[in-house]
């Protein structure tokens, strides 16, 4: 399984972005896809993840403000982000788990709150 992550960027408090994570290879592996994400004082975070039957569990920090998805014929996992904070500056990786729980990820994208 190959995981492309993109959509970070500079953005200013209390503004959006959208994160994608393409797959590629062999999708029928993958049960679980998820968002974690990393900044140098802490360590890798989960964020947000999606099964392959639509369940959703969420990082409090992320409930009420992320929302994550997938669309299955584009073999595509989103992250939507709103009213983003300061601390939600990070370096956002897309993960992969299978059956049998080996993970695959994405090479991650950056992403800075600041104004």
């Known amino acids: 399984v190959q995981l492309q992550a993109s959509g970070g960027g500079l953005v200013q408090p209390g503004g959006s972005l959208r994160l994608s994570c393409a797959a590629s290879?062999?999708?029928?592996?993958?049960?679980?896809m998820a968002w974690y994400r990393q900044d140098p004082r802490n360590q890798r975070e989960l964020v947000a993840l999606i099964t392959t039957s639509g369940m959703t569990n969420y990082a409090e920090s992320a409930k009420g403000r992320f929302t994550i998805s997938r669309d299955s014929a584009k073999n595509t996992m989103y992250l939507q982000m709103n009213n983003l904070e300061p601390e939600d500056t990070a370096i956002y990786y897309c993960n992969a788990r299978t059956r049998s729980r080996y993970d695959f990820w994405g090479q991650g994208t950056l992403v800075t709150v600041s104004s």
């Open positions: 290879g062999s999708i029928g592996l993958i049960n679980v």
